[in-house]
């Protein structure tokens, strides 16, 4: 009898363990999409955020008044030509 209640103590010990470890290991990193377009993708599938983050990787001069989406699909593909 004592080995079952040692077998059933180290259970939740187990189970413990593993769920210290997931915390220890943090947030999942974010997807790793591609630092610059590419001729096959639907640019204006991305957001502001990951098309301006893309322009940045790309050194591409953003014209004056560049302030809408579109502008920012259009500066990349123009990269891409």
Known sequence: TA???SASAKAPEGTASVKRKAED?????PSKAPATATASEDLSKLSV??????IQAAGIQLPAG???KADLVAALKASMA
């Open 3 to 5: 080995s079952a209640a």
């Open 25 to 29: 290991e943090g947030p999942a990193p």
């Open 49 to 54: 955020k990951e098309l301006k983050s893309r």
């Open 66 to 68: 560049a302030t809408e």
